[in-house]
């Protein structure tokens, strides 16, 4: 990490072949530890090839994320065409519901990046007081 780095957002983080969208919410939990107010993740895993139902968890996984990409290598590109039409219309759907809520995801950003928070934080950033949470 580079010093000052989390002062030029946006952050892709992650892993570089992710299974699960868990090793990603890991990587950029901490991230958020470090001063990063926003990050993000490549749908799918940059590299490998993502079943139907891994993209779907993805983007569910993104949608309240301060940026989203369709990006990755093959053998199996990230764009919705390269999946069955039963996933492109669900995949279709939740950007939708990411434009009706980005009035919140705005003002969520504007209220934690001027207070030097993470948008996806560790439970112990709210709970600071709480032991039981910090040990």
Not at 29 to 38: D, Q
Not at 117 to 135: H, K, W, Y
Request: some cysteine; hydrophobic content about 35%.
């Amino acid at each position: 990490m580079v010093p000052g780095e989390a002062a030029r957002p946006p952050r892709a983080g992650g892993l570089r072949h992710q299974s699960i969208p868990l090793c990603s919410l890991r990587g950029g939990l901490s991230l958020g530890l470090y001063g990063f107010t926003f990050w993000a993740q490549d749908r799918g895993g940059f590299t490998g090839a993502p079943t139907d139902k891994l993209y779907i968890r993805f983007t569910k996984h993104c949608i309240l994320k301060s940026h989203i990409r369709y990006h990755g290598g093959g053998p199996r590109f990230r764009e919705p065409r390269n999946y069955r039409p039963e996933t492109q219309d669900v995949v279709r759907r939740l950007p939708e519901l990411r434009y009706r809520l980005i009035p919140y995801i705005y003002s969520e950003a504007r209220h934690l990046a001027a207070r030097g928070r993470p948008m996806f934080q560790r439970l112990v950033l709210e709970t600071l007081a709480a032991r039981s949470v910090v040990d």
